[in-house]
């Protein structure tokens, strides 16, 4: 009688299994039936922003659902990716967010989800250079003047981010720990604002994604001094790396990726992966890419994962070095 009772037991377990895989089967094969939603820790206009909408427009046709982008911008991207880390994880709702989520662990202490077990990569979107700029006005045309007026000077200048824990925040840490300078550090919700107010000559610099500086270092309202990708980038082909330009170890990779709540079914975030880099292989957001001066970036969701894993321990070592803590 006892084993008669294991054997409906396990027939029972085993019956709920395969319904379980033909629901998610069925959901994968009838997805998406609403329009999904792209969470955005930045605001309009940031170079994370932009890559979004880009890519969201590409997918949207393919997949014949609008793709709603919702800007979310606060503590570093944090606030974001806690929104999508308790969604729903049926593949509606994607947190779009940059390399500052690999940083955000070691300096939130508090964090109200956890990074590898609450989240989990589809694929990065692309890498996109970040660019050293500064007001005209400054009279600084290289590297090299900014870091002897720092140097001259220490603890005066001040550097504009878009947000703490943000990858332009982490860049320009960097930048500082490899330079040798003192600096203070001013955060904003967004590139947009403190792009204006390196222009307004209340920054003195800025590392910021070249999607949203480009078409105001080509009007000259900003001047752009050095990118901190290991190569030159075509865009602006004069410009110098900041290793180039004399700050050894100073280069740094900014990119953007999508990611899902932890739960998500892996069919469904094969076919989510799929999709995406469907898109990035698109004439059209290839050209609209390159004019941003990125990189497409397609992995699979294994690698992607393994590669925030190697990402966040790269972070946790420059937080540590810089003493980075968010109040």
């Not at 880099?277 to 004439?283: H, Q, T």
């Amino acid at each position: 009688m006892k084993h008669d009772s294991h054997f409906k037991t396990r027939r029972w377990t085993m019956l709920l299994a395969l319904s379980f895989a033909g629901a998610v089967q069925a959901q994968s094969a009838n997805f998406p039936q609403k329009p999904l939603k792209f969470i955005v820790p930045f605001t309009a206009g940031s170079g994370t922003d932009i890559v979004a909408r880009t890519v969201g427009d590409a997918m949207s046709k393919s997949l014949g659902q609008p793709i709603v982008i919702e800007n979310k911008p606060g503590a570093g991207g944090t606030i974001a990716a806690a929104q999508v880390a308790k969604s729903e994880p049926d593949g509606y709702t994607l947190l779009i967010h940059s390399s500052g989520h690999a940083l955000n662990p070691a300096i939130y202490p508090n964090l109200s989800y956890d990074t590898t077990k609450d989240l989990t990569g589809v694929t990065p979107l692309a890498s996109l250079p970040n660019v050293m700029v500064v007001s005209p006005a400054r009279g600084w045309k290289t590297v090299a003047d900014v870091v002897t007026a720092a140097k001259a000077n220490p603890g005066k200048f001040n550097y504009a981010s878009a947000g703490m824990g943000s990858a332009t925040h982490l860049n320009a840490e960097k930048f500082k720990l490899q330079a040798g300078i003192d600096a203070v550090h001013v955060p904003f919700k967004g590139t947009p604002e403190a792009l204006s107010d390196v222009i307004g000559g209340r920054n003195d610099w800025f590392f910021a994604p070249l999607s949203s500086a480009l078409p105001l270092i080509r009007d000259g309202k900003l001047q752009a001094l050095a990118v901190s990708t290991p190569q030159r980038n075509a865009a602006l082909p004069q410009v110098p790396t900041t290793v180039e330009a004399g700050v050894a170890g100073s280069d740094y990779v900014f990119w953007v990726g999508m990611i899902a709540p932890a739960a998500t079914p892996a069919t469904l975030l094969r076919q989510l992966n799929e999709e995406a880099i469907k898109a990035l292989a698109s004439p059209e957001v290839k050209e609209r890419l390159n004019k941003l001066g990125a990189d497409p970036m397609p992995m699979s969701p294994e690698a992607f994962n393994a590669f925030i894993r190697s990402e966040m321990n790269a972070a946790a070592v420059i937080a540590r070095a810089a003493g980075l803590k968010a109040n």
